[in-house]
């Protein structure tokens, strides 16, 4: 008896364990096992670097690639290409629009211009798998960006907002109403809190939410919206987040998206 076979069966491991490695010489082959729910895992596909000191201008963008492995152990090509095509054709955009930037600064000019993008997975549960990227440009000021990709895990295809709640359920004037509730209440706790509401001066001032509002799924299993940076507050608030307690919700929500 092998070393290995010794271990294993003192262990108790079973050989027709999830996952089986069989080493052949110099080559390992892999079997991966079936499994309840679809795997998402992120990678760095591309990174986009840029370093101009004589124009000032400088950029960093991180690009991930999701590969979805399906319930049956194979990788679910499909809507691995089409999300992953989105997520590269989005950031692509500040890469095509810098590159113009810097291709406008003469010689001997400054642009002072700064381009940062990155990523990381705000949701992974057994309903959604929801991948967020940050971008900040900088050029006297900055502006910041968020763009949440979220997927049904299930399916593998992208999702909005109405798809987690009942048709006709009214949840966007119910969403909008409580994050305004949240804002009043922010404000008259800390004067140092500011929100584009109740300013009849004001053509900024937060109306509504969209189905393209940005959200995500967080620990509580609670909705979160996401807002650019000046979308519904002053620059020194940065970009904001409001969760809405699903207990106001759940009566609109549908397929289990919210707990």
Same mark, same amino acid.
């Given at each position: 008896m092998s070393k290995l076979s010794s271990v294993l069966k003192k262990t108790g491991i079973a050989v027709a364990a999830a996952a089986m490695l069989v080493t052949m010489g110099a080559g390992t082959v892999v079997t991966q096992a079936k499994t309840s729910l679809p795997v998402y895992k992120v990678s760095l596909a591309k990174k986009y670097t840029n370093n101009q000191k004589g124009k000032q201008m400088e950029a960093s963008v991180k690009i991930p690639k999701v590969k979805i492995t399906g319930t049956d152990g194979k990788v679910m090509k499909s809507e691995s290409e089409k999300l992953n095509a989105a997520i590269s054709s989005y950031q692509n955009k500040f890469i095509k629009d810098y590159k113009k930037d810097?291709?406008?600064?003469?010689?001997?000019?400054?642009?002072? %211009?700064?381009?940062?993008?990155? @990523?990381? /997975?705000?949701?992974? &549960?057994? +309903?959604?798998?929801?991948?967020? !990227?940050?971008?900040?440009?900088?050029?006297?000021?900055?502006?910041?960006?968020?763009?949440?990709?979220?997927?049904?895990?299930?399916?593998?295809?992208?999702?909005?907002?109405?798809?987690?709640?009942?048709?006709?359920?009214?949840?966007?004037?119910?969403?909008?109403?409580?994050?305004?509730?949240?804002?009043?209440?922010?404000?008259? %706790?800390?004067?140092?809190?500011? @929100?584009? /509401?109740?300013?009849? &001066?004001? +053509?900024?001032?937060?109306?509504? !939410?969209?189905?393209?509002?940005?959200?995500?799924?967080?620990?509580?299993?609670e909705l979160t919206l996401v807002f650019d940076k000046y979308e519904v507050a002053p620059g020194y608030m940065g970009m904001v987040e409001f969760s809405i307690p699903t207990g106001e919700i759940v009566d609109m929500v549908t397929n289990g998206y919210l707990k």
């Open positions: 810097v291709a406008a600064i003469k010689k001997g000019e400054k642009g002072n %211009e700064s381009l940062t993008s990155g @990523y990381k /997975v705000v949701t992974d &549960n057994d +309903k959604l798998f929801c991948l967020r !990227i940050d971008t900040v440009i900088a050029m006297g000021g900055s502006q910041s960006y968020a763009k949440i990709f979220s997927v049904d895990k299930k399916s593998g295809k992208q999702i909005t907002l109405k798809n987690l709640f009942k048709k006709g359920s009214g949840y966007i004037d119910r969403i909008s109403d409580n994050i305004k509730e949240q804002m009043r209440a922010q404000m008259k %706790e800390n004067a140092d809190v500011t @929100y584009f /509401v109740d300013d009849e &001066n004001n +053509k900024f001032n937060f109306k509504s !939410i969209s189905n393209k509002t940005n959200f995500y799924v967080n620990e509580k299993g």
